[in-house]
């Protein structure tokens, strides 16, 4: 569209926003919210279509002058922390489902690549998992402890350990969005191979039931929280290939924004997937229904809030 039908067919708008930035007309609260939504996005095909333009430069003014009456005297709240994991994030994660199935189906199918691997190729799980950790596994299966390696260590140094490991490899997931998703993609294929080779390992040695009940009493949400930071970095990558209506680099802004939001709603289950793994799952002597009871709650968890929550939130009247 030429610049001149552009400005014909919106200065209305534009004029019936400007008076009512001014207090000369009233408007009701959603109709300045629509406008609003509308100017917005304006200046988002402006920038991309008249670049330097008076257009842009007038369309930029007003969405300035918007911001700065809306927010120039808004105070934060004093449970804003709260807030962000009670409705701020689910609100947005809400929009973004489709990227968390992606990056689970990937991951999920990569495990499946990872235990047929290890089933048809003898030497695939000493080069996935490395031969110091499969040769202490076996030592502690002839022991009669397959699970020991869960004691080795102390209890917070274990906590501390994995936790900071943890974070590590889900920031990897994040960070390597930037690759146009390419980069995340290769961190839920790596750990997805490894977990499928890892626990056909131990269904080979017939401990199956074994590992599963209790390495996914932490497992559960430590997979899932990287499964979450795959779709943290997907949401990146697709700022970067998929603008829509916005400018390149603002839609970059906007993936790395949500993106850093979803890492940050990970943080406290980093906290307790580290906890479970350094003082709870060394107790590998528990009952089997107290195990499948901590891993279906943590399951609950996390498909809840991720999944649930933000679709019932959304459902919700806004008021």
């Given at each position: 569209?030429?610049?001149?039908?552009?400005?014909?067919?919106n200065k209305d708008k534009w004029a019936t926003f400007e008076n009512a930035l001014s207090n000369k007309t009233a408007l009701t609260p959603d109709k300045l919210s629509d406008l609003y939504i509308e100017i917005t996005d304006h200046l988002s095909y402006a920038k991309t279509f008249y670049a330097g333009s008076n257009t842009e430069f007038y369309l930029n003014t007003l969405a300035s002058q918007a911001h700065q009456k809306i927010y120039?005297?808004?105070?934060?709240?004093?449970?804003?922390?709260?807030?962000?994991?009670?409705?701020?994030?689910?609100?947005?994660?809400?929009?973004?489902?489709?990227?968390?199935?992606?990056?689970?189906?990937?991951?999920?199918?990569?495990?499946?690549?990872?235990?047929?691997?290890?089933?048809?190729?003898?030497?695939?799980?000493?080069?996935?998992?490395?031969?110091?950790?499969?040769?202490?596994?076996?030592?502690?299966?002839?022991?009669?402890?397959?699970?020991?390696?869960?004691?080795?260590?102390?209890?917070?140094?274990?906590?501390?350990?994995?936790?900071?490991?943890?974070?590590?490899?889900?920031?990897?997931?994040?960070?390597?969005?930037?690759?146009?998703?390419?980069?995340?993609?290769?961190?839920?294929?790596?750990?997805?191979?490894?977990?499928?080779?890892?626990?056909?390992?131990?269904?080979?040695?017939?401990?199956?039931?074994?590992?599963?009940?209790?390495?996914?009493?932490?497992?559960?949400?430590?997979?899932?929280?990287?499964?979450?930071?795959?779709?943290?970095?997907?949401?990146?990558?697709?700022?970067?290939?998929?603008?829509?209506?916005?400018?390149?680099?603002?839609?970059?802004?906007?993936?790395?924004?949500?993106?850093?939001?979803?890492?940050?709603?990970?943080?406290?289950?980093?906290?307790?997937?580290?906890?479970?793994?350094?003082?709870?799952?060394?107790?590998?002597?528990?009952?089997?229904?107290?195990?499948?009871?901590?891993?279906?709650?943590?399951?609950?968890?996390?498909?809840?809030?991720?999944?649930?929550?933000?679709?019932?939130?959304?459902?919700?009247?806004?008021?």
């Amino acid at each position: 569209m030429r610049e001149a039908a552009f400005v014909k067919q919106n200065k209305d708008k534009w004029a019936t926003f400007e008076n009512a930035l001014s207090n000369k007309t009233a408007l009701t609260p959603d109709k300045l919210s629509d406008l609003y939504i509308e100017i917005t996005d304006h200046l988002s095909y402006a920038k991309t279509f008249y670049a330097g333009s008076n257009t842009e430069f007038y369309l930029n003014t007003l969405a300035s002058q918007a911001h700065q009456k809306i927010y120039k005297t808004k105070r934060e709240p004093k449970n804003r922390i709260l807030e962000f994991w009670k409705t701020e994030f689910p609100t947005m994660f809400y929009h973004h489902q489709r990227e968390l199935l992606i990056a689970f189906l990937v991951f999920f199918f990569f495990s499946l690549v990872g235990a047929f691997s290890a089933a048809n190729e003898g030497t695939f799980v000493r080069s996935i998992l490395g031969d110091s950790y499969v040769n202490m596994t076996l030592e502690n299966i002839e022991k009669g402890d397959p699970m020991a390696v869960y004691k080795q260590m102390g209890e917070f140094n274990m906590f501390l350990g994995i936790t900071i490991n943890n974070i590590r490899v889900a920031l990897m997931a994040f960070a390597y969005g930037i690759l146009l998703g390419i980069g995340t993609l290769f961190v839920m294929m790596q750990n997805g191979i490894m977990l499928g080779s890892f626990q056909y390992f131990f269904y080979d040695k017939g401990l199956l039931w074994e590992s599963v009940r209790t390495i996914w009493i932490h497992g559960t949400i430590e997979i899932a929280v990287i499964i979450i930071a795959g779709c943290a970095g997907l949401v990146l990558a697709n700022g970067i290939l998929f603008p829509g209506t916005y400018t390149r680099l603002e839609s970059f802004k906007r993936g790395v924004q949500n993106g850093l939001k979803i890492m940050l709603s990970t943080v406290p289950f980093f906290i307790i997937a580290g906890f479970l793994e350094g003082f709870v799952t060394r107790h590998t002597e528990m009952p089997d229904a107290l195990a499948i009871l901590i891993i279906l709650a943590s399951l609950a968890l996390i498909l809840f809030y991720y999944v649930i929550y933000p679709k019932r939130l959304n459902k919700r009247p806004t008021p």
